[in-house]
């Protein structure tokens, strides 16, 4: 059984998607707990398969229909993309729980059955991405998980559909410059399979086609995570859309773009290749300096809470990407253990403000005011992911900004740990104005105790709670425990020859 | 090394009051003011518990969680550390008596709050005290950087908001120097623990490690207020009293100076400095701390300001010890962190405690106060002696000693400095003494005695007559002079 964990992965989600949608039209009850179920085997399988991995050290091949690679499509688990399939199956999971009381509100009843439809074929392109050791594979789930992605966003409020068809024309960019990097490699060396190609490229290294096409991959891949100056799309999308899909999309998708970076630059092409032959990472470290500062000066510009955290993600992507740009095993493991933390971090920081907004009916920043005591499990949310994200011990942000510092100092690249501190600096005015407003109340400004009382909250239901109180107590555990996480999984994560 | 729970229990103590004091919340405010005294009680017995080990000579680790290669969360226990904790855990006791007393009184808000952040800003200050290495002691400095600022604003006027802004954009830029210095000590040496007399030497690059040195002090400096980084700390008055004796005495600035020794005496260690030379530099720096804090106390009208120059002035006398590198100029550091301590607390709780009964905060108004709380102003006389240097005060001890030390490296410059310090202290702080006994009051001359409630005049009783034994007896119950004696042997070797 456990052999095939690794398929079940994509397998149970794409499936019970159309189930979902099917029983949906008749019965639409069964479509949360069929959801949930189907996210729940989907943590079993990923943390079985990176279980397998862990105790026997080496990684789980699998190959579809039994044909064997290079022909067939191959779904590969190993160390890397073993911890980040569990971290979406954690994360999918609390997310798709506490959307419930959410989706009652935001979708009409009608739109449940696609939505949860979607939802899971969301994930199900999210895992395929991470799971697939095929190029082309991973261009199709690439696409299923993006044209979800358009969908869901499209239901959200106001000038959602807008922001959703801007985010389909820079997301199909993006993907033709990716299917046309693939259509390269394959021209040069007639093979689609990553570990193939591992083999086959090294002696066409100086080829100009080669050269072409990690070009169009790269930037293709950019596109999708968001990576400055190609990030236009996301913080229109993502603040417009709806909060129950914005806890979704917004920690996971553009971290599986990173995820997907690691892999082309450093095991399907060769460290040696990506770092020295040709300075591709250190370029990469130089653009993400500048995104780290950009977005996070155009994340101090916002007034709407959401907002800001879309731009906060653009300045996570940098943190990773300068992790690559330092290319030595210190950076590279802080750019793993950061793409990982950074699921958990915004994945908590969007349940807070996707309840703020539902409950506290408010989504500015200088609404917040008495949030503390209407809200008070949600306002020590939003502090922890806050501390996280600004990198305070012992919560997991500051470790894998550790990390990243290390590997900045140790490739003498000064430039590129400055632009971490600065970042984390610029990172804790903003949260520290939030947190003013959140726990501030001027009490003796008469005008201000009137309007604050007239804010009440709504009770927040359980299925709401008990999920951020999680993610909550993740971010904190991944940070205490960062040393076993490290020493275990990452340091073999990292491709040998970096 | 021993390994042994208690300097986890130690820091598990007021983490686990935090939480209480959570839990039970403003309904039931006396159970959550027990909870507060359980839990410094307990952090006290627990610190108290590993003294006699640590005189005997034995170094108490406790591993928390390993982090990687050569480093790991990690609590050990030696003099130094001993000294800083004592002092901290033993003065939460006094505070948060004298916290009670003062918050009922002035019926202030948020006191759920204030007991939390209280708490988990003890949690940090004994972790840093008890840290094996510096990452574990950057991350109870942040923890206490981030606990104290919500103390700062604890008003929530617009002036304590802003006050607490600068408080945090200080001391969080502070932070992230310090990572910087931290990370790269860490690329050089592959170690961060601890060591007496330093590890980084012959590591680096003299140059580099002249940087890594700046960027290690410019960065715990700022929370130890060295000029000119030191603007945080008056704007930072407009706190309520206990939260100033928390950030003068207890912890914060406490825990910056205590970090600026250990990066001087354990992570480059005196032999590394003078190859460096490094110290001069260092050594020239908080002199015009020393002086220029002095003379801007003297021009102070606000109480707690004027108080708040002089802990500037005091620190930078701390650090200046310490960066002469002698013997006796060390253990005058190393005493004069704790007397300090006790010194400073005793003036911020009297002036908490004119502000109480008498809403006075101005020097200028305090005429003829001396009649109406004879107590309080007793009490502030003992610690304004202390600060001067005048026996039978500690700090007469802690000053002999550092005096001693610059006579020891030959340095009479920095003796003068030691000596005008002192007379500058003795300028700012009699006229005080003096206009409260001897000058008439003027509004209701002869109202008779009106002291502050118990909770509040008894911690500051309380510690302006441990300023006195300490002097009498600089060994009794904290053992502080036998540890300093413990620490300089470990650093220079026997003697």
């Known amino acids: ?498 | 090394m021993t390994h042994s729970p208690l300097p986890l229990i130690a820091v598990l103590f007021p983490l686990l009051g935090a939480v209480l004091v959570l839990a039970t919340g403003a309904r039931r405010a006396n159970l959550r003011e027990l909870c507060t005294m359980l839990a410094s009680a307990g952090q006290f017995a627990a610190v108290l518990s590993m003294l006699p080990r640590v005189i005997r000579g034995q170094t108490l680790t406790c591993t928390m969680l390993p982090l990687g290669p050569g480093l790991a969360l990690e609590l050990r226990v030696d003099p130094f550390g001993m000294i800083f904790a004592l002092l901290s855990s033993f003065l939460w006791i006094v505070v948060s008596v004298y916290s009670i007393g003062y918050m009922r009184s002035l019926q202030e808000h948020a006191q759920t709050r204030f007991y939390f952040c209280f708490a988990m800003a003890l949690a940090g200050a004994s972790g840093v005290a008890l840290s094996g290495n510096l990452i574990t002691l950057y991350m109870f400095y942040e923890i206490l950087t981030v606990a104290t600022f919500p103390l700062v604003a604890h008003k929530e006027t617009p002036e304590a908001i802003r006050a607490a802004r600068k408080y945090l954009v200080y001391l969080l830029g502070g932070a992230v120097v310090v990572l910087f210095a931290i990370a790269a000590t860490y690329c050089l040496t592959g170690s961060l623990d601890f060591v007496a007399g330093g590890f980084v030497g012959g590591s680096g690059s003299a140059d580099l490690l002249r940087v890594i040195f700046a960027a290690f002090i410019i960065g715990f400096g700022t929370k130890a207020a060295i000029m000119p980084l030191h603007e945080w700390l008056p704007s930072a008055m407009v706190a309520p009293t206990p939260v100033s004796a928390l950030l003068h005495a207890v912890a914060v600035v406490k825990a910056g100076v205590f970090c600026c020794l250990r990066v001087i005496l354990y992570v480059y260690g005196p032999g590394t400095l003078a190859d460096l030379a490094l110290w001069t530099t260092l050594a020239g720096v908080v002199s015009c701390t020393v002086i220029v804090a002095n003379l801007f106390a003297l021009t102070q009208d606000n109480l707690k300001r004027r108080l708040a120059f002089s802990t500037i002035n005091n620190l930078a006398v701390i650090i200046l010890g310490a960066s002469l590198l002698t013997h006796e100029s060390v253990r005058g550091a190393l005493l004069h962190l704790p007397f300090h301590g006790f010194m400073k607390i005793t003036l911020f709780m009297c002036a908490g405690s004119i502000f109480v009964v008498a809403k006075k905060e101005l020097v200028s108004e305090l005429d003829g106060i001396g009649r109406r709380m004879p107590v309080t102003m007793a009490a502030f006389t003992v610690g304004a002696a202390g600060l001067v240097g005048i026996p039978p005060v500690c700090g007469f001890l802690s000053k002999w000693y550092l005096c001693l030390g610059a006579l020891e490296a030959g340095e009479i410059l920095f003796l003068s400095v030691f000596l005008a310090s002192a007379l500058l202290d003795a300028a700012y702080f009699f006229p005080i003494v003096f206009s409260a006994f001897f000058k008439p009051e003027q509004e209701n001359p002869g109202a008779g005695v009106k002291e502050a409630p118990v909770a509040v005049a008894a911690p500051l009783a309380v510690t302006a007559l441990l300023c006195l034994s300490l002097f009498m007896y600089p060994d009794g119950m904290f053992r502080f002079y036998t540890l300093g004696d413990l620490a300089v042997k470990s650093l220079f070797g026997g003697r």
């Open chain 1, 1 to 498: 059984m456990t052999v095939h964990f690794s398929v079940l992965i994509v397998v149970v989600p794409l499936l019970s998607s159309f189930l979902v949608f099917a029983f949906g039209l008749f019965q639409r009850r069964v479509c949360f707990p069929a959801t949930v179920a189907a996210l729940a085997a989907c943590l079993v399988f990923s943390a079985g398969s990176f279980r397998t991995v862990l105790t026997t050290g080496r990684p789980v091949h699998y190959h579809l229909g039994g044909w064997a690679p290079p022909w067939g499509i191959e779904y590969v688990v190993d160390y890397l993309n073993g911890l980040v399939l569990t971290a979406i199956a954690i994360v999918s999971l609390l997310a798709a729980i506490y959307a419930r009381t959410l989706v009652a509100r935001e979708i009409p009843a009608a739109k449940h059955p696609p939505f949860y439809a979607l939802f899971l074929l969301q994930v199900t392109g999210l895992f395929g991405m991470t799971v697939t050791g095929d190029m082309f594979n991973l261009y199709v789930l690439l696409e299923i998980a993006s044209f979800s992605a358009y969908a869901l966003i499209g239901m959200g409020e106001g000038a959602a559909p807008f922001a959703a068809f801007r985010y389909m024309i820079f997301g199909t960019l993006g993907a033709c410059s990716y299917l046309l990097g693939v259509g390269y490699l394959y021209i040069s060396t007639g093979s689609l399979n990553m570990a193939d190609l591992r083999q086959i490229l090294v002696p066409i290294y100086f080829s100009q086609a080669l050269m072409v096409g990690l070009a169009f991959l790269l930037l293709g891949i950019a596109v999708k995570m968001a990576f400055f100056p190609v990030h236009l799309w996301l913080p229109d999308s993502y603040t417009l859309a709806p909060s129950c899909v914005s806890v979704l999309l917004a920690p996971l998708f553009t971290k599986v773009g990173a995820y997907v970076m690691i892999r082309v630059l450093f095991t399907v092409f060769d460290p040696s290749f990506s770092i020295t032959l040709l300075p591709v990472t250190t370029v990469i470290g130089w653009v993400a300096v500048a995104g780290i500062l950009f977005s996070s000066i155009m994340a101090l510009a916002q007034g709407d809470l959401k907002r800001m955290l879309c731009y906060l993600i653009v300045t996570e992507g940098g943190y990773i990407g300068v992790g690559i740009g330092a290319g030595n095993r210190p950076g590279l493991t802080g750019s793993i253990f950061h793409l990982l933390n950074d699921m958990f971090m915004m994945g908590l920081l969007f349940m807070a403000v996707g309840a703020i907004q539902a409950h506290f009916r408010t989504r500015t920043i200088s609404g917040l005011t008495g949030l503390h005591r209407s809200m008070p499990v949600t306002a020590a949310a939003l502090v922890v992911g806050g501390l996280s994200v600004i990198g305070v011990p012992p919560l997991c942000g500051f470790f894998s900004k550790w990390y990243l510092i290390l590997g900045a100092i140790e490739a003498r690249q000064w430039f590129f740990a400055g632009a971490l501190l600065l970042g984390s600096l610029l990172n804790a005015v903003l949260f520290f104005r939030i947190f003013e407003r959140c726990y501030f109340e001027a009490p003796h400004d008469p005008a201000h105790r009137k309007r604050e009382a007239g804010v009440k909250a709504d009770r927040m239901a359980m299925g709401e709670l008990i999920p951020m109180a999680l993610m909550a107590v993740l971010v904190i555990l991944l940070g205490l425990f960062s040393g076993y996480i490290v020493q275990h999984a990452i340091a073999h994560a990292i491709p040998p020859g970096v």
